[in-house]
């Protein structure tokens, strides 16, 4: 079964507004890490968060990672059109050197 | 100087039809994944290879043959085409280091239609 599940599915803000997106996951991690879709396009990484890590920035994003709740936050600061996306979360368990399991997503759409 | 390309972009074919994708990188990274991605787009991985070598091979029926000739490529293959086959695959690459997950890049996908 999905690995992570994301929280909302779908999220419409206004520009300039945060988008707050949720990832929930069943088994012990090694990283997580978070990947932007844009229509027809394919996967591009944006934040890998490892284990050991609780909050990690990059630029307008902050992730944050609780591994007792088995759960990620990514939040987008200040968003813009340009942010509009699908946004998936990705989990690899600790046995397993080669493989990412994604969550299914949540499509953000920013209004300018 | 794309770091992940597939072709073809697009495939409409009958079904029964045999067809093949196919993927390369040119970032030296030694795994190579097939991913399948529905029309919900949830993305599943359906394959990856590890310097030439299988790793993974989820539930994919055996319709579906990868084959990696060199580090750089790998090629999907997939026979009697159905229309549940119908989706976007889209291939990736990373470099793995123990059993640490690293960062995948993936290719701008293959949009199949079986009609």
């Known amino acids: 079964s999905q690995q992570g599940e994301e929280d909302p599915q779908a999220l419409s803000i206004q520009e300039g507004e945060n988008a707050t997106m949720n990832c929930s996951y069943k088994t012990s991690i090694n990283n997580l890490q978070w990947y932007r879709q844009n229509s027809g396009r394919g996967l591009v990484h944006l934040i890998l968060i490892r284990s050991n890590e609780r909050e990690k920035h990059s630029g307008r994003l902050r992730v944050t990672l609780d591994t007792s709740k088995k759960s990620s936050s990514l939040l987008i600061t200040a968003s813009r059109a340009a942010d509009t996306a699908s946004y998936f979360c990705a989990t690899g368990s600790m046995d397993s050197s080669y493989k990412l399991i994604f969550g299914s997503g949540t499509r953000l759409l920013v209004r300018p | 100087d794309t770091a992940v390309s597939q072709t073809p972009k697009y495939l409409v074919t009958q079904m029964g039809n045999d067809k093949s994708i196919k993927c390369e990188q040119n970032?030296?990274?030694?795994?190579m994944y097939w991913y399948k991605q529905d029309s919900k787009k949830f993305l599943k991985i359906m394959f990856s290879?590890?310097?030439?070598?299988?790793?993974i091979n989820e539930t994919v029926p055996n319709r579906f043959s990868p084959k990696s000739p060199d580090k750089a490529h790998l090629n999907l293959h997939i026979n009697s085409l159905e229309l549940g086959d119908s989706a976007v695959y889209f291939c990736?690459?990373?470099?793995?280091?123990?059993?640490?997950?690293?960062?995948?890049?993936f290719g701008p996908g293959t949009r199949l239609l079986v009609l």
């Open positions: 970032l030296g990274h030694d795994t």
């Open positions: 290879y590890n310097n030439k070598e299988l790793i």
């Open positions: 990736a690459s990373s470099q793995v280091r123990g059993l640490s997950k690293e960062t995948q890049y």
